[in-house]
Structure formats: C-alpha cells, structure tokens
Nanobody, 124 residues
Framework: QVQLVESGGGLVQAGNSLRLSCAAS????????MGWFRQAPGKDREFVAL????????YYTDSVKGRFTISRDNAKNTVYVQMNSLKPEDTAVYYC?????????????????WGQGTQVTVSS
C-alpha cells in the first residue's frame, strides 16, 4: 500500500522558514521523481519543485527559486522542501507527489501518488 505522509506545516511570519517532510512507503522510492505542489484557496494546484530519484536533478517554479530547496534521503524514503524567506503568497496546502515513470514533469496529472497535504500559513 502506497503512503505519502507530509509533515512540518504551520503558521509562520513572513520572512521566516519552514521545512516540510514527506515520508514515503509502498513503492520504489529511490527510482521515483518526487514533487511538491501547493494549492491556495480558490486556486488550482500548482507545481512548486521536483527532484529526480538520485537527487542529482531539481527544478523549481520561478516564484520559489532562490528561496525553496528540495532534497531527499533515499535511505529514509523521505523528501523535503526547505522554505526560506516565506511570503504571504506562499500560503497554501502543500502536497508531495510521486511519479514512478522515470521522466520529469511539472504536470500534476502525471504523478501517480499523492499525500494528504499539510497547511502552510504565512502571516504578514
């Protein structure tokens, strides 16, 4: 049974940091692309960042480049996103997702498995 469990969300003031974690099980984690997406109230789910199975390749949406860092620990089957210099517009539910096909994509529909999400709220 596949499980993706996010943690680390919360309420922070603008300019502060959070680190989200996503613990995975039930599939071959080390060969899967992992992505972070977010969905703000009234908006579509949007891509945030992805990382290749080895961790060698990462990609970010423009709005988080230089502020967010995605990483993974294949020994722990866990993917992270370190979020620095948070802004109120980063407020959203953050989801991790797994893509078992070995090609990168930012399209949410191309990801096979999803977590339940964790709320991040950034106050001004």
């Amino acid at each position: 049974q596949v499980q993706l469990v996010e943690s680390g969300g919360g309420l922070v003031q603008a300019g502060n940091s959070l680190r989200l974690s996503c613990a995975a099980s039930g599939f071959t984690f080390s060969s899967s692309f992992m992505g972070w997406f977010r969905q703000a109230p009234g908006k579509d789910r949007e891509f945030v960042a992805l990382i290749s199975g080895s961790g060698a390749h990462t990609y970010y949406t423009d709005s988080v480049k230089g502020r967010f860092t995605i990483s993974r620990d294949n020994a722990k089957n866990t993917v992270y996103v370190q979020m620095n210099s948070l802004k109120p517009e980063d407020t959203a539910v953050y989801y991790c997702a797994a893509r078992t096909n070995p090609y990168a994509t930012i399209r949410a529909n191309d990801y096979n498995y999803w977590g339940q999400g964790t709320q991040v709220t950034v106050s001004s």
